[in-house]
């Protein structure tokens, strides 16, 4: 049975729900249109309903022996793994992926799912000393309650996953507002995962809705303590404004507007080939792409000729193919968007070094060169295929453009002096740089997030116990204390 048959409703305290909304949300495939579901939304009731589900069993859970809690972690990697196939197929259906990037998120997916087993284990107390004497002073760290998701559509399975394991191994309940655009794989797939693996009724919940219809239900609810965004720089502005008019805490990865830097000692082939994949990988529609290559006066006539040249070669079509590198951009509403950006910026001054066709949702990849300095393409991201070359003389101007933007989330610098390279990557405004690589990098144990507008908190590791835990003092009296007024 096709996972968009099986689990196209809401999943709420354990249970597989048709919404009781008066419309549905139509999942679609954005390379060939087919309907792949149908799902009749949730209500603002549902949304409490599963806010109490997971406020009732977020109890029991929490005091759960966390060896207890690692192993759900542990079933539930294995039945991932076991659907490995069958979660990438999905992915490809719904979201337009090429094949290797779906296994590339799969394969990423898996290993935040690893890591998530040895949070379960992770927070430490603290004993730290005091002044008054006879005082021992406890610090512990205790899960948040329940966690609030917002998911993207681009990487669906790998985001979810990344706050949802984690939330849920450190003692937490979650309830996820999947994507529209990947309802399944952004949210029931994995709610049947975790089911599988028999996590308790109540510690997950999906819902898929529409702020047409809850509003702002799922974050001024009174049940959640943090909600985690991924999405645009703009809904994460309402999102952190309204969790703070509720005291809530928020962890908002957002836009960005990556610039890779080649330097004139760079190994021009090697930067064309990092350019190609952080710009392109599932047709730009990635926060980390580098929406702007820089390069050195020295090296840019070789490095866009060879650039050029691959950009020309890259196969746009059906991402079922195996040799398909571009497939369709999520609908026609962003296919539009950007056919309409590159437009405008071409009146505006700007050439088409390459200039590719939009036929429906597939949109090919464009080249373009010759902005002047200032032009609002420059600092807006792109998020399709759609790239930017930008010449600089020396470093310190390299450094005042890829600053010259209000997002700071991730970058790269190519050189073949790699200390060069980092002390270059310290003076980049960005939560994330890497020297002699691509933009797009994520890793299960270090600090994923971003400066300015591309958002608040981290992610992965340390930093994601440190989101979805709190520290609670508490302190021992040994002996007594003489209280004077």
């Known amino acids: 049975m096709s996972f968009f048959t099986e689990l196209a409703h809401q999943y709420i305290d354990g249970a597989w729900r048709t919404g009781s909304g008066s419309w549905d949300i139509i999942d679609f495939n954005p390379y060939n249109g087919e309907k792949l579901a149908a799902i009749t939304v949730a209500t603002v009731a549902e949304v409490d309903e599963a806010y109490r589900a997971a406020e009732r069993a ?26 490995r196939d069958e979660i990438i197929d999905a992915i490809i259906d719904e979201t337009g992926s090429t094949r290797s990037k779906a296994e590339h998120e799969v394969r990423l997916g898996l290993d935040f799912m690893r890591e998530a087993i040895q949070q379960a284990v992770r927070p430490e107390g603290r004993i730290l000393p005091s002044p008054t004497d006879g005082r021992e002073n406890r610090v512990y760290r205790l899960p948040v309650g329940v966690v609030g998701v917002i998911g993207p559509f681009n990487f669906p399975f790998l ?13 937490n309940a979650v309830v996820v507002k999947a994507n529209q655009n990947a309802p ?57 404004a309204v969790a703070a008019s509720h005291f809530k805490r928020t962890v908002l990865e957002l836009n960005g507007n990556g610039a890779l830097v080649v330097l004139e000692d760079a190994d021009v082939d090697y930067a064309v080939e990092a350019a190609i994949f952080s710009r392109f990988t599932f047709q730009g529609q990635v926060c980390m792409a580098a929406n702007r290559i820089l390069l050195d006066r020295s ?5 866009t000729e060879k650039f050029v040249a691959e950009v020309k070669a890259l196969r746009t079509g059906d991402p079922r193919e195996p040799d398909t590198q571009l497939g ?33 949702n597939l949109v090919e990849p464009t080249v373009l060169t010759g902005f002047p300095e200032g032009a609002p ?72 997030g971003g400066e300015k507008a591309s958002g608040v908190g981290r992610l992965n590791g340390d930093a994601a116990v440190e989101a979805f835990t ?13 209280f004077q007024l």
């Open 159 to 171: 985001v979810t996953v990344k706050s949802v394991a984690p939330a849920l191994a450190l003692g």
């Open 470 to 482: 709190t520290q609670k003092w508490i302190s021992v009296q040994h002996g007594r204390t003489d």
């Open 328 to 360: 369709p951009v999520i609908n026609t509403f962003h296919a539009d968007a950007l056919t309409g950006v590159v437009d405008q910026a071409i009146a505006d001054g700007a050439t088409a070094l390459v200039r590719g066709r939009t036929r429906g």
């Open 184 to 240: 399944v794989t952004g949210g029931a797939l994995i709610a049947r995962i975790f089911e599988q693996a028999g996590l308790p009724a109540g510690l997950l919940n999906v819902l898929v809705t529409d702020i047409a219809e809850i509003g702002d239900a799922l974050i001024e609810h009174p049940v959640p303590q943090v909600i985690s965004f991924t999405g645009s720089d703009r809904t994460g502005r309402h999102v952190g």
């Open 299 to 303: 090296i840019e006539a070789e490095f």
């Open 58 to 83: 977020q109890r029991t859970w929490a005091a759960t022996n966390p060896f207890e809690r690692r192993l759900v972690l542990e079933r539930a990697l294995v039945v991932a793994a076991e659907r």
């Open 377 to 448: 393409m420059l600092r807006q991201e792109l998020f399709g295929p759609v790239v930017v070359l930008v010449p600089f003389d020396g470093e310190d101007e390299a450094v005042r453009i890829a600053n010259d933007t209000p997002y700071g989330l991730s970058g790269a610098v190519h050189t073949r002096d790699v200390e060069r390279g980092v002390r270059f990557a310290k003076r980049v405004v960005a939560g994330m740089f890497h020297v002699n690589d691509s933009t797009i990098q994520d890793d299960p144990l270090v600090a994923f």
